[in-house]
């Protein structure tokens, strides 16, 4: 049986009080749960404080149901900077020097009947109703995007498999695009189940008679950032009337780099003049070979170039995606076998000879 339970740690309190009777028919159990400024998760995706008022009663054997009401006084969704690469399938792994594996039916086969026959044991679910309050303080962050959010949710399904349902409205917010600040005209969290709401957010303003928009949608995992306007332009076009007020072709280099690394920081992507898009267009401008954006082992996102400025002489400047430090490349062909290559940085100096040889 228990009476009550108080914990506390850093950030707020948790208190629980009641009776669970594990040997009684049904094993009935019936917990409050209270909290006050609990910070139960801390992440660059979520940190969120909690005034909880919930009780949790039911059978351990036949499944709980937990109810009640929860307030997030102050909270903060975070919108990642840049994506982490996909997961790569390793297949089926084989351990050297100790034979080869038993098939998995085989490993079932042996197991012994009295094993086989006992069913995996699965703990009863838990039960959803909750109501979430968000009087405000709710911020949304990230890629430019700085919102502050309220509204209402209900919150059903299992702990296992919450489902969100409600929205956060907007109170006021910004999107920040290098110097330049536009305000939201409209912003909204929309959740219809799962934990992840869909972004919908839209700021609207007019240069020289051309009217920019700049959508966000998408899941805060994976948003989407779109500049459009009226009349219709190419997206380069847009960003160059929306940061300098001025076409492409008014631009200076540095200008224009601006513009592409602005791009990448909005939207997340890393991409390369080989797509053929908004980096290709630029770096032929440019008279470049070679134009893109890559990030730095810090997450922060840089414009990497290169080109050849003479017969057999290249050279490139890059962000620094493996030592965080930004450098300037320089490589010679000395013969169409071997080239000497040179790198200056912040944090110093190196050269050395490449020879290749095809065999």
Same mark, same amino acid.
């Given at each position: 049986?228990?009476?009550?339970?108080?914990?506390?740690?850093?950030?707020?309190?948790?208190?629980?009080?009641?009776?669970?009777?594990?040997?009684?028919?049904?094993?009935?159990?019936?917990?409050?749960?209270? &909290?006050?400024?609990?910070?139960?998760?801390?992440?660059?995706?979520?940190?969120?404080?909690?005034?909880?008022?919930?009780?949790?009663?039911?059978?351990?054997a036949s499944g709980l149901r937990a109810s009640g009401r929860i307030e997030i006084p102050e909270a903060t969704?975070?919108?990642? +900077?840049?994506?982490?690469?996909?997961?790569?399938?390793?297949?089926? *792994?084989?351990?050297?020097?100790?034979?080869?594996?038993?098939?998995?039916?085989?490993?079932?086969? &042996?197991?012994?009947?009295?094993?086989? &026959?006992?069913?995996?044991?699965?703990?009863?679910?838990?039960?959803?109703?909750?109501?979430? *309050?968000?009087?405000? @303080?709710? $911020?949304?962050?990230?890629?430019? #995007?700085?919102?502050?959010?309220?509204?209402?949710?209900?919150?059903?399904?299992?702990?296992?498999?919450?489902?969100?349902?409600?929205?956060?409205?907007? !109170?006021?917010?910004?999107?920040?695009?290098?110097?330049? @600040?536009? &305000?939201?005209?409209? %912003?909204? #969290?929309?959740?219809?189940?799962?934990?992840?709401?869909?972004?919908?957010?839209?700021?609207?303003?007019?240069?020289?008679?051309?009217?920019?928009?700049?959508?966000?949608?998408?899941?805060?995992?994976?948003p989407k950032v779109e500049f459009t306007s009226s009349p219709e332009l190419p997206q380069d076009e847009v960003?160059?009337?929306? #940061?300098?007020?001025?076409?492409?072709?008014?631009?200076?280099?540095?200008?224009?780099?601006?513009?592409?690394?602005?791009?990448?920081?909005?939207?997340?992507?890393?991409?390369?003049?080989?797509?053929?898009?908004?980096? %290709?267009?630029?770096?032929? @401008?440019?008279?470049?070979?070679?134009?893109?954006?890559?990030?730095?082992?810090?997450?922060?996102?840089? *414009?990497?170039?290169?080109? $050849?400025?003479?017969?057999? !002489? $290249?050279?490139?400047?890059?962000?620094?995606?493996?030592?965080?430090?930004?450098? !300037?490349?320089?490589? *010679?062909?000395?013969?169409?076998? #071997?080239?000497?290559?040179? +790198?200056?940085?912040?944090? %110093?100096?190196?050269?050395?000879?490449? $020879?290749?040889?095809?065999?």
């Amino acid at each position: 049986m228990l009476e009550s339970l108080t914990a506390s740690g850093t950030r707020g309190t948790l208190s629980a009080q009641g009776e669970a009777r594990p040997f009684a028919p049904g094993q009935p159990l019936r917990i409050a749960l209270t &909290s006050q400024g609990l910070q139960p998760v801390t992440s660059d995706l979520f940190t969120g404080l909690f005034n909880t008022d919930l009780l949790l009663d039911g059978g351990l054997a036949s499944g709980l149901r937990a109810s009640g009401r929860i307030e997030i006084p102050e909270a903060t969704l975070g919108i990642p +900077t840049g994506l982490p690469g996909s997961v790569a399938d390793l297949g089926d *792994v084989r351990e050297v020097g100790r034979g080869a594996p038993v098939p998995r039916r085989a490993r079932a086969a &042996s197991a012994t009947p009295a094993a086989a &026959s006992q069913p995996d044991p699965q703990a009863a679910p838990i039960a959803l109703d909750i109501n979430v *309050v968000i009087p405000g @303080r709710f $911020y949304v962050r990230g890629r430019g #995007l700085d919102a502050e959010m309220e509204g209402n949710l209900k919150v059903g399904g299992t702990a296992s498999a919450p489902n969100i349902t409600g929205s956060l409205n907007m !109170v006021r917010g910004t999107f920040t695009l290098i110097d330049r @600040r536009l &305000s939201f005209s409209r %912003g909204n #969290l929309a959740f219809s189940g799962g934990v992840m709401p869909d972004l919908d957010f839209l700021a609207t303003t007019t240069v020289q008679s051309t009217t920019i928009n700049v959508a966000i949608s998408g899941k805060p995992t994976a948003p989407k950032v779109e500049f459009t306007s009226s009349p219709e332009l190419p997206q380069d076009e847009v960003l160059a009337r929306l #940061l300098f007020a001025r076409p492409t072709s008014q631009l200076s280099p540095f200008q224009i780099a601006q513009i592409a690394q602005a791009l990448a920081g909005a939207t997340g992507a890393l991409g390369s003049d080989s797509d053929g898009g908004f980096f %290709g267009r630029i770096a032929k @401008r440019l008279g470049l070979d070679r134009l893109g954006v890559d990030s730095t082992s810090s997450g922060e996102l840089g *414009v990497k170039a290169g080109g $050849y400025v003479a017969d057999g !002489v $290249y050279v490139n400047v890059d962000p620094g995606a493996t030592t965080g430090q930004p450098r !300037v490349g320089v490589e *010679v062909e000395l013969t169409p076998r #071997l080239k000497l290559k040179s +790198t200056t940085g912040t944090d %110093g100096q190196s050269a050395g000879l490449s $020879y290749e040889y095809e065999y």
